[in-house]
C-alpha cells in the first residue's frame, strides 16, 4: 500500500512525467482561512528538475489562491498530487515548500531559458517546490479515464487579449487583467506581487471574491 520516501525516488519520475494533469493544494495559517485545491494540466507545463526539487507552470485564472499562500510569511506549504487515470492505479503525493517565480522577475527569465520552458501569453508564474516527503497510495478506487486532448481555450483566449493589447488596447493588458483577479485572494490576502503593484499603481480595484 502506501510507501513513504524523504525525496521523490527516481523510480517514480518516469511516471511522473507522463502525467497528463496534477493537483496542488495549499492553505492559509489561519485555521479559518479557505483551503485551496486546484487541477493543473497542459503539455511540458511540470517537471522533476532533482529528487528534491519539482516545478510547475501556473497559469493565468480567475483566482490566486496558491500564490497567496506560498507568498505568506511562514508558510509556504504545498502538496502536489498525481493520479493513474489509465494503467495500474497509482496516486503520488509531493509534499514541500513552493515559491512563485513571478513572470517578468530575473528569477522567472532565467528558469524559462535554463529549463527551456515553452510559455503562453498567459503564463502567470513557475511555481518551485523543494521537496521534503514523497508517498504513493494504491488508488484502487480511482477511476479509469481516456485521456483526449489538453483544452487550447485559455491559451486562445490570452492570445486575443494580447495581440489587442499590442494593437494598443491598453485595457487587455495582463497587468491590469492580474491587477484586477491576481491581486487577492478568496480570503483578501496578497497575491501575486506584479499584480498587487500594478492594481496600487494605476487604481485597479480588485476582484472582491468572497461572497456572504
Same mark, same amino acid.
Given at each position: 500500500m502506501g510507501v513513504y520516501y524523504e525525496t521523490i525516488p527516481d523510480s517514480?519520475?518516469?511516471w511522473i512525467k507522463k502525467q497528463q494533469m496534477l493537483f496542488v493544494g495549499t492553505a492559509p495559517l489561519a485555521g479559518d482561512g479557505h483551503i485551496n485545491i486546484s487541477p493543473k494540466g497542459g503539455e511540458n507545463f511540470f517537471g522533476v528538475l532533482s529528487p528534491t526539487q519539482f516545478w510547475y507552470m501556473d497559469l493565468t485564472g480567475s483566482g490566486i489562491e496558491?500564490?497567496?499562500?506560498?507568498?505568506?510569511?511562514?508558510?509556504?506549504r504545498i502538496?502536489?498530487?498525481f493520479m493513474a487515470f489509465e494503467g495500474a492505479p497509482q496516486i503520488v503525493r509531493v509534499w514541500g515548500a513552493g515559491r512563485p517565480l513571478e513572470n517578468g522577475t530575473p528569477e522567472y527569465e532565467r528558469f524559462v531559458q535554463e529549463q527551456k520552458v515553452t510559455t503562453i501569453p498567459g503564463s502567470r508564474s513557475v511555481i518551485v517546490v523543494d521537496v521534503h516527503q514523497c508517498a504513493t497510495s494504491c488508488g484502487f478506487s480511482v477511476p479509469r479515464?481516456?485521456?483526449?486532448?489538453?483544452?487550447?481555450?485559455?491559451?486562445e483566449h490570452f492570445e486575443k487579449k494580447d495581440k489587442k493589447f499590442q494593437a494598443g488596447d491598453e485595457k487587455e493588458s495582463?497587468?491590469?487583467y492580474w491587477a484586477w483577479k491576481s491581486a487577492r485572494s478568496v480570503d483578501g490576502m496578497p497575491g501575486m506581487k506584479r $499584480? &498587487?503593484?500594478y492594481a496600487e499603481q494605476h $487604481? &485597479?480595484?480588485?476582484?472582491?471574491?468572497?461572497?456572504?
Open positions: 517514480l519520475i518516469p496558491t500564490h497567496a499562500h506560498l507568498h505568506e510569511p511562514g508558510n509556504g502538496c502536489v498530487m479515464y481516456d485521456f483526449v486532448a489538453h483544452r487550447p481555450i485559455l491559451n495582463m497587468d491590469r $499584480g &498587487v503593484q $487604481g &485597479v480595484e480588485p476582484l472582491r471574491k468572497w461572497k456572504g
